[in-house]
């Protein structure tokens, strides 16, 4: 399983996060890359943390 956050440059609240977890796998992106995305999943702020995974993985995940 492999959890990412997901920031945007310059963003105060991306950098907080990212500084608290070093461990975990950061990538930045254009708000111009993902605002749709975004939209379509109702995301409001960010970052924002996808975790990928095989099904039982996700599952025992999202039942935390």
Do not use: T, W, Y
Not at 16 to 34: F, G, H, M, Q, T
Not at 39 to 50: A, D, E, H, T
Request: proline content about 8%; some cysteine; hydrophobic content about 40%.
């Amino acid at each position: 399983m492999k959890k990412i956050i997901v920031g945007i440059p310059n963003c105060q609240n991306c950098k907080v996060l990212s500084n608290a977890c070093p461990n975990v796998e950061k990538v930045e992106l254009e708000p111009s890359d993902i605002l749709n995305f975004a939209r379509n999943v109702g995301i409001k702020s960010m970052p924002f943390v996808v975790i990928v995974g095989e099904p039982h993985e996700l599952q025992a995940e999202l039942q935390k």
